[in-house]
């Protein structure tokens, strides 16, 4: 059994892209041969020493957190982070992190973290912009060049919008204008106002083509000065980005649903903790894996009575519980992101059937592992 890396990659690639990626973060492919096979992948949500110990030879080690992320300097083999490249080297192994890209896949870790707490997702909690800057161009032009300028506008890239193309809005009005001293008008005379009727063509471009849809313009329109406007477009939200916003199967109260998550998240030394009324009843849950701190401001206007993520500080925490009614529940933030391993296990599974061994590291990578109950006095 075996599969090429690259192979693995595309797949991975496709349900995580790295475009999606915070501009800070570190995705891909850190170690290995694209062009070799793996027979192999182990899915951990951090890239430890224990969990490579454990991985079989000529494996894949897909991880959620970076091994290297911050500037690094050396990778010797006495170093921590250098001890694990260097075994998986030796192992003929690889390493690929799926990190912020896979926070905001859809479905991404999430995702994840709402299936396993039986949620259901309705909404992304903080969506993000494709990336794609369009233009809206708007030309004015007298009605018996219509056509040949539209033609124009369409051939230079311009009126496509999702699925289809020559997409064009056109109404008629009327325009004035007077050629000055040095003006070589196609329609009108030097020194006299003209009046005439013209129609107003809009399209969409993506901004990479403003040149072009320029050029456009000038070589179609009849006249020497061509009238038209330019209109950068705001960034709309996409189907992707950070957390998700759920619904409950029932209302529950506040501590049944603190209860749902300690027994369905893996148990951790952090263990889950609370703020808010606990018979408060809620129905909507807004969930975000891993540090989701900064997303409070968020949540507190999104119409949810709980917020369910991992390494909530105390003075944000504290500030957030005197502005606003919305619960909060904190657990580990290993706990958070494990079940994202499971996600991409059947993704991988799905993918590669019987020709890759994919398996969830048994490893807990959580950093906290002592806990004690202190009696009160």
């Known amino acids: 059994m075996s599969a090429h890396l690259s192979d693995v990659i595309e797949v991975l690639d496709g349900a995580y ?157 009327a325009t004035q204008f007077l050629p000055n001293a040095g003006a070589s008008p196609v329609i009108g005379t030097v020194g006299e106002v003209e009046h005439m009727s013209e129609d107003r063509i809009e399209v969409i471009a993506p901004a990479r083509l403003r040149g072009a849809v320029l050029e456009a313009i000038r070589r179609a329109h009849p006249y020497e000065e061509p009238a038209f406007d330019v209109f950068a477009l705001a960034p709309l939200p996409s189907a992707v980005g950070i957390g998700r916003i759920c619904t409950l199967p029932s209302p529950e109260s506040l501590a049944d649903f603190v209860s749902r998550v300690t027994h369905r998240l893996p148990a951790t030394s952090w263990g889950v903790r609370a703020a808010g009324d606990p018979d408060a009843v809620i129905s909507r849950v807004a969930v975000c894996g891993g540090a989701g701190d900064s997303l409070l401001d968020t949540v507190a206007i999104a119409g949810v009575e709980v917020y369910l993520t991992a390494d909530l500080r105390h003075h944000p925490a504290d500030e957030h519980l005197r502005a606003s009614d919305v619960a909060l529940v904190d657990v580990a933030h290993w706990a958070s992101e494990y079940p994202w391993c499971h996600q991409a296990g059947a993704l991988l599974r799905t993918h590669f059937g019987d020709a890759l061994d994919v398996r969830i590291s048994p490893v807990r990578t959580d950093p906290w592992n002592l806990e004690k109950d202190i009696e009160a006095t």
């Open 17 to 173: 892209p790295p475009a999606l990626a915070a501009d800070w973060d570190s995705v891909g492919l850190v170690c290995g041969d694209p062009s070799e096979t793996i027979e192999s992948v182990t899915i951990t949500v951090d890239a430890t020493a224990a969990v490579v110990a454990e991985m079989p030879e000529r494996g894949l080690l897909l991880a959620h957190h970076p091994l290297l992320l911050r500037g690094v300097d050396t990778v010797a083999a006495d170093s921590p982070k250098g001890a694990v490249l260097h075994r998986l080297i030796r192992s003929r192994s690889a390493l690929f992190t799926a990190h912020t890209n896979a926070d905001s896949a859809s479905p991404g870790v999430s995702d994840a973290l709402a299936e396993t707490l039986g949620l259901i997702v309705e909404d992304v909690l903080s969506p993000v912009s494709d990336g794609t800057r369009l233009d809206k161009w708007v030309v004015y032009v007298p009605s018996m060049a219509t056509e040949a300028v539209r033609a124009a506008l369409f051939d230079a890239g311009a009126g496509t919008i999702g699925d289809y193309s020559h997409c064009s809005w056109t109404v008629a009005g």
